[in-house]
């Protein structure tokens, strides 16, 4: 009977054609008419049967009439999902018995396999059961009381009764964003399923403008690419390319935006010593950019990058971040001599790099790169194991002027950090899915920042600019919800106490309210105690401050609090004074060679504790503002090394203490501290131009001003200008797409 049927049905469409597919209001047995029986074509079929095996009967599916609900030209009874909203035909059924019609459940006269919305809540059945498996996210009906298996058997945020049922019914946290096509209020709060926040993680359009943003992706010839849907895409041919080498400019063209965005592979630079090493190439690359694009003094290290593993597992600098001062240039040339830089070649090598555009901004003077550097590191089955081989680099960043960047009602700053989080790309063979993730959220971050500063004569101008940006930073750290407090040491060998005012070691942290003492006590970081007289023993008295402020105790001024996050800042113009005295170091220029087991001495203490390998409570992170590598500045000609190393190893921010204004690199420090203590950290690593947010219902812009923002170095989210209250805890919905490879397994 099939074989005659869909022979009659490949007959019928070549007569048939698109007139097949119309459907009117007449009806015969609740089955609507197709245009096939007004022709009095007869279509022989077996009513009682069950071609799609859906558990509704082809007379049901309206077989004599080849009815085909979604228009796909195949009739719903051979067809496993009639109305395409993505839920299959045997889930909508209501029950297994052929003999019963199919469920009705608004009594619309449309059943539920034919119905899009079948609650009739306005909310389309494939955005309420999202991944269309018939059950609203991990919520579960039923469980084992008093079993082993207990808590196993009901989802969060749900309890096994003793009748053997989970309750509640459905819970926030179980529902993972989802609602119940059969219930026009699924959580029974009196807000209907769509007016609930969950449309965030639905895709964003006309009627959705807050939902989950599209992704535009691209194949390189090495890696897979997600892009802003409107980034006006190009692929670069280099005329002599080897190896890995490949380059795709993406431009974001809008006023708001204005983004010269670019994602490059290349092998790695045997050219220097350690060729293998991420710091090595990435060190590299910015030497390379440096002396493209005018010097030290024309490029300024704003923020080192965190050091980090990518959602492939692989090493990887994300959030670079540099200021470029240059003249007679759009963002578009500049990243256009960006790519020259990075890959080493004349622009004349490249064919296909955009030209000025007519959208773009005049000419200026100061600009923003924003990058990140990744190690790729593909695996190949040898025969016996899984072995690393044909390593590459991928470089992703882009370029917008300053005065885009530092626009509130601009998007520029986002999209740079999104191109330079290294989440906008994967492996070639790369899938996609998305995610939408729950989280109750009654606190805000907190953090117990110590600062160890260089008091010596060269220091002045930097304790300055430290000190007259502390107001910004502090009411930066206030509208991010932070609770924080300061502790300041010096860097002499003897000083192991807190400063708290100008001449003062009453050894307690400075809290919000103590602004005036703060600034004070970074001018003055000694305190009570005799400078240090040209010792600058930065990491002794950092690793003494930490030790000196354990074991952690709450509601204590002088003890670093259990529910903290500990960070260590290091802000100096010179090399640690323990490298010269025993590792050989120099007063030179530059970067100094020094013995790694030596390095390790003078910095494995701090990093072991930083670390939580001690288990004395002092797990945190470090951040510095020193000469940047690898030559150093001219007002600090020495790199930080020392302090350079502790950060790199434990994915802190390093920016130049060379920069005029220390403004921003604080600012990309307390964004870091604010993620690194943020009560939303995600389950997987989202390729963040998608995100979407809202808190109770309402939905969050994606803003550094009032919202919320990513940030990569903690796969964490933070929240700006928002309130949360411990007592009433607020449901966090965040959606996004991610990668799906073969080196972090599905979950």
């Not at 009639?82 to 009705?104: F, K, M, Q, V, Y």
């Not at 119905?115 to 469980?143: A, H, I, P, Q």
């Not at 990140?372 to 194991?385: I, L």
């Not at 943020?678 to 997987?684: K, T």
Request: hydrophobic share 30%; aromatic share 8%; net charge negative.
């Amino acid at each position: 009977m099939r074989s005659f049927t869909l022979l009659f049905i490949t007959i019928f469409s070549l007569f048939c054609f698109g007139a097949c597919n119309q459907k009117d209001d007449t009806s015969n047995n609740g089955f609507n008419n197709s245009q096939n029986n007004q022709n009095n074509i007869v279509n022989e079929c077996d009513p009682d049967g069950d071609e799609d095996n859906d558990t509704i009967s082809n007379g049901h599916e309206g077989c004599m009439y080849l009815t085909d609900t979604d228009g796909d030209t195949i009739p719903d009874y051979l067809d496993t999902d009639s109305d395409n909203d993505g839920i299959r035909d045997a889930i909508e059924a209501g029950d297994t018995d052929l003999l019963t019609p199919p469920r009705d459940f608004d009594g619309d006269g449309d059943p539920d396999y034919r119905d899009t919305d079948s609650d009739n809540d306005g909310v389309e059945d494939g955005f309420e059961d999202r991944n269309f498996d018939g059950k609203l996210g991990t919520c579960e009906k039923t469980c084992v009381y008093g079993s082993e298996l207990e808590g196993e058997t009901c989802g969060p945020g749900q309890y096994c009764l003793g009748n053997g049922s989970c309750s509640p019914a459905v819970s926030f946290d179980c529902a993972m964003g989802e609602t119940d096509p059969l219930n026009t209020d699924t959580d029974g709060d009196g807000v209907p399923d769509g007016d609930e926040g969950t449309f965030v993680c639905n895709p964003a359009s006309e009627t959705n403008p807050y939902g989950r943003k599209d992704v535009r992706f691209v194949q390189m010839d090495f890696i897979k690419v997600g892009l802003e849907t409107e980034a006006v895409a190009t692929n670069l041919v280099i005329s002599d390319a080897t190896g890995h080498e490949d380059a795709l400019t993406h431009d974001l063209e809008s006023t708001a935006a204005e983004v010269a965005g670019f994602t490059l592979t290349m092998d790695l630079d045997e050219s220097i010593a350690d060729h293998e090493s991420i710091d090595a190439n990435f060190v590299a690359i910015k030497s390379h950019i440096v002396s493209a694009l005018g010097g030290e003094n024309a490029v300024i290290m704003r923020a080192s990058g965190s050091k980090t593993l990518s959602h492939e597992e692989y090493p990887t600098y994300v959030n670079a971040i540099f200021d470029v001062s240059t003249s007679g240039v759009n963002a578009i040339e500049l990243r256009n001599q960006l790519i020259g830089a990075i890959m080493r070649r004349s622009l004349s090598n490249f064919t296909g790099l955009p030209d000025t555009g007519q959208l773009w901004s005049p000419t200026g003077s100061n600009f923003v790169i924003s990058l990140s550097v990744q190690k790729a590191e593909p695996k190949k089955w040898n025969g016996t194991e899984w072995v690393i081989s044909d390593q590459y680099l991928v470089i992703q960043g882009g370029v917008t002027s300053l005065s885009n960047y530092t626009n509130p009602s601009y998007t520029s700053i986002m999209n740079l950090d999104d191109l330079s989080n290294s989440t906008g790309y994967a492996g070639f063979s790369a899938s996609e899915e998305t995610e939408c993730e729950p989280y109750s959220v009654g606190t805000v971050p907190v953090a117990d920042i110590i600062w160890v500063i260089d008091e010596s004569g060269s220091m002045y101008d930097k304790q300055s600019s430290v000190a007259s940006n502390a107001v910004d930073f502090f009411n930066r750290a206030i509208a991010y919800g932070l609770d924080f407090r300061m502790g300041v040491v010096g860097v002499g060998e003897d000083q192991v106490k807190l400063c708290t005012g100008q001449n003062e070691s009453a050894d307690y942290f400075l809290t919000p309210s103590d602004l005036n003492r703060f600034q004070q006590c970074v001018m003055e970081p000694n305190g009570e105690y005799p400078a240090e007289g040209g010792s600058e023993y930065g990491i002794t008295t950092g690793y003494n401050a930490i030790m000196n402020h354990l074991p952690r105790v709450a509601a204590n001024p002088g003890k670093i609090r259990p529910n903290a996050q500990l960070v260590v800042i290091y802000v100096s113009d010179e090399r640690a004074e323990e490298l010269k005295e025993f590792c050989g170091g120099s007063e030179s220029s530059g970067m100094d060679n020094i013995d790694p087991t030596c390095m390790w001495s003078q910095i494995g203490p701090t990093i072991q504790q930083l670390n939580g390998e001690t288990g004395t409570g002092g797990i945190g992170k470090a951040h510095a503002i020193i000469g940047p590598p690898p030559n150093g500045c001219d007002s600090a000609v020495q790199v930080g090394q020392g302090y350079l190393d502790i950060v790199q190893y434990l994915g802190g921010q390093v920016g130049s203490v060379c920069q005029t204004n220390l403004g921003p690199t604080l600012q990309v420090i307390i964004e870091d501290i604010v993620a690194s203590s943020s009560p939303v950290r995600l389950a997987h690593v989202p390729i963040s131009l998608s995100i979407a947010g809202a808190k109770d219902g309402i939905a969050l812009e994606r803003s550094r001003s009032n919202g919320f923002d990513y940030r990569a170095s903690a796969n964490a989210i933070v929240f700006i200008g928002q309130t949360f209250d411990p007592n009433h805890p607020s449901e966090i919905l965040i959606s996004y797409w991610r990668w799906v490879t073969d080196v972090v397994p599905v979950d």
